[in-house]
């Protein structure tokens, strides 16, 4: 079942359960649309993985299946873009 995190990790903007500008990753990292497409060009600063619209848990589910209340702040995301794969130069 989906944490739906109440926050941004960038901006720490408020995403409620019913926000249709909440983005995640397939770890459930959360981003608002703004800084998933302005800052982080669609890619999760965290494991480098596509950010995709979080579905809404319907209304009447949220009692027995409430958000999660634990904020993730990250300005900017992780302090380190996920690292590209090394190359090899040979003579």
Do not use: Y
Not at 16 to 42: H, K, N, V, Y
């Amino acid at each position: 079942m989906l944490e739906l995190r109440p926050n941004c990790e960038c901006c720490d903007r408020d995403l409620p359960p019913a926000s249709a500008e909440a983005m995640i990753c397939s770890f459930e990292c959360t981003f608002c649309a703004d800084c998933a497409q302005t800052r982080l060009a669609g890619r999760c600063p965290n494991c480098g993985g596509e950010l995709l619209r979080r579905p809404i848990r319907p209304a009447s589910k949220l009692a027995s299946h409430p958000a999660s209340t634990q904020r993730v702040f990250k300005p900017l995301g992780a302090s380190t873009a996920p690292a590209a794969p090394a190359t090899t130069v040979r003579s």
